[in-house]
């Protein structure tokens, strides 16, 4: 710490609360990484609702609250409401003169997390849990009040301009995306385009991978909702399992055979070409002179597609849906000429390289982030000057949005160098 600055013990900044409720009736609030404390409707993937809330431990605003399972990956969240949380989460009211905000951005940083890790107790990382006595062993970095709340506007600021960026890339995917799909739909429509069956325009491929023990092979994964292949980290033959693999070439639409049904689909290009795939993926290549496999993709991520591939995909339990290929092949799907299906042939790698653009942007911007908060929580790096000249934000005053992704990319490095440069 900079000599202004001091390391305490987290038991000088915090103290425990254990209030319960006795009626249950309050707000459930759900803790999430992404969106910190947030009530359990606002959450997309539902947890387990329980029967009755009393007895759910009570907070208040600014209170910290800790997932002592997941501590320590730094799932520490601030509530800014009245609320309940789980009777397993350790609430903890700041001392007067702390600004909890900072002490978030503390707890979450790459930073801390060590001691974080080294602090929790269990056989195994799954079942790590961080009780309150070696919570209050953990010694925080404590700059003045003053400089806490300068940190905080730096860090709300940068990340409320990242995330306008991020968001400002994936608008571009939003277009071309929703161009492709009005003009596959527009070529499915031609009057009388004809229905073949899947298997008759399809030819469904495995090139088998004799693989060597020394040798390196790259295999690849499928994200959902159709957003593109990842590489895998490379790994030798004898290292690669019990599966069998099959060569990846460009063109190829890969289809995962566990989460089709979520839209993990894709159209391998050039820079996928020599990588493998599991016998888990079905490779699926349009026949010479009837199908493109820039169309077939783009069919499969319409609505119909989405259909046949969810409608193919059965299983017992929770997200456990294995695609039926066999029965999905007996599946008629509108073929339209060679000549519209060209339409899309530019279109479709374009969406694709734009995505897979967007992503390692959003990587980069991320991976920055991460060391920036760590580097200023540790005052490593002084903001002081940087923030002083930056507007409080609060929710009724948000910053100004700029109309255009260019212009976030230069204020945020306008941010970055005043930071660097004070």
């Known amino acids: 710490m900079p000599e202004h600055g001091e390391v305490v013990r987290s038991r000088y900044l915090f103290r425990e609360i254990d209030r319960r409720s006795a009626t249950g009736t309050e707000t459930h609030l759900s803790m999430s990484q992404k969106l910190g404390l947030v009530p359990s409707n606002e959450v997309d993937q539902k947890t387990l609702v329980s029967e009755s809330y009393i007895g759910a431990k009570l907070v208040e605003p600014d209170d910290l609250v800790l997932n002592r399972l997941k501590a320590h990956l730094g799932v520490f969240a601030i509530a800014n409401r009245v609320g309940l949380v789980s009777p397993d989460y350790s609430v903890f009211r700041p001392a007067d003169g702390t600004n909890v905000r900072f002490f978030e951005y503390v707890l979450r940083s790459s930073a801390c997390r060590t001691e974080l890790r080294t602090r929790a107790k269990g056989i195994v990382e799954g079942f790590w849990r961080l009780y309150t006595p070696d919570f209050y062993q953990i010694r925080l970095p404590v700059p003045p009040i003053e400089e806490q709340r300068l940190i905080v506007r730096f860090l709300d600021t940068h990340g409320a301009l990242t995330a306008r960026l991020i968001r400002a890339k994936q608008n571009l995917i939003k277009l071309v995306s929703e161009q492709r799909e009005a003009l596959t739909q527009d070529v499915i429509?031609?009057?009388?385009?004809?229905?073949?069956?899947?298997?008759?325009?399809?030819?469904?491929?495995?090139?088998?991978?004799?693989?060597?023990?020394?040798?390196?092979?790259?295999?690849?994964?499928?994200?959902?909702?159709?957003?593109?292949?990842?590489?895998?980290?490379?790994?030798?033959?004898?290292?690669?399992?019990?599966?069998?693999?099959?060569?990846?070439?460009?063109?190829?639409?890969?289809?995962?055979?566990?989460?089709?049904?979520?839209?993990?689909?894709?159209?391998?290009?050039?820079?996928?070409?020599?990588?493998?795939?599991?016998?888990?993926?079905?490779?699926?290549?349009?026949?010479?002179?009837?199908?493109?496999?820039?169309?077939?993709?783009?069919?499969?991520?319409?609505?119909?597609?989405?259909?046949?591939?969810?409608?193919?995909?059965?299983?017992?339990?929770?997200?456990?849906?294995?695609?039926?290929?066999?029965?999905?092949?007996?599946?008629?799907?509108?073929?339209?000429?060679?000549?519209?299906?060209?339409?899309?042939?530019?279109?479709?790698?374009?969406?694709?390289?734009?995505?897979?653009?967007?992503?390692?942007?959003?990587?980069?911007?991320?991976?920055f982030r991460v060391r920036l908060i760590a580097e200023v929580v540790t005052g490593k790096l002084d903001v002081r000057q940087a923030a002083s000249a930056l507007p409080e934000m609060t929710e009724s005053e948000p910053i100004d949005e700029p109309t255009d992704g260019e212009d976030l990319e230069e204020v945020i490095d306008d941010i970055e160098d005043e930071a660097v440069a004070a």
């Open 189 to 367: 429509e031609i009057k009388d385009t004809p229905n073949t069956r899947f298997e008759v325009a399809v030819d469904k491929v495995f090139r088998t991978v004799s693989r060597e023990a020394e040798k390196i092979y790259i295999p690849i994964g499928l994200f959902n909702r159709g957003r593109g292949i990842f590489h895998k980290e490379p790994t030798k033959g004898e290292d690669l399992g019990d599966s069998t693999f099959s060569w990846i070439e460009e063109s190829d639409v890969v289809v995962s055979g566990q989460f089709a049904w979520e839209g993990a689909v894709s159209l391998a290009g050039p820079e996928d070409a020599g990588c493998i795939a599991s016998h888990r993926y079905h490779i699926l290549r349009g026949k010479p002179d009837l199908v493109e496999s820039a169309y077939l993709l783009s069919f499969l991520k319409t609505s119909f597609g989405h259909l046949l591939l969810n409608e193919h995909s059965r299983g017992a339990a929770g997200r456990n849906k294995p695609l039926n290929a066999g029965t999905l092949l007996k599946e008629k799907i509108p073929i339209p000429r060679r000549t519209e299906q060209q339409r899309l042939v530019e279109l479709v790698p374009l969406e694709k390289r734009l995505t897979a653009n967007v992503r390692r942007i959003s990587d980069r911007l991320r991976e």
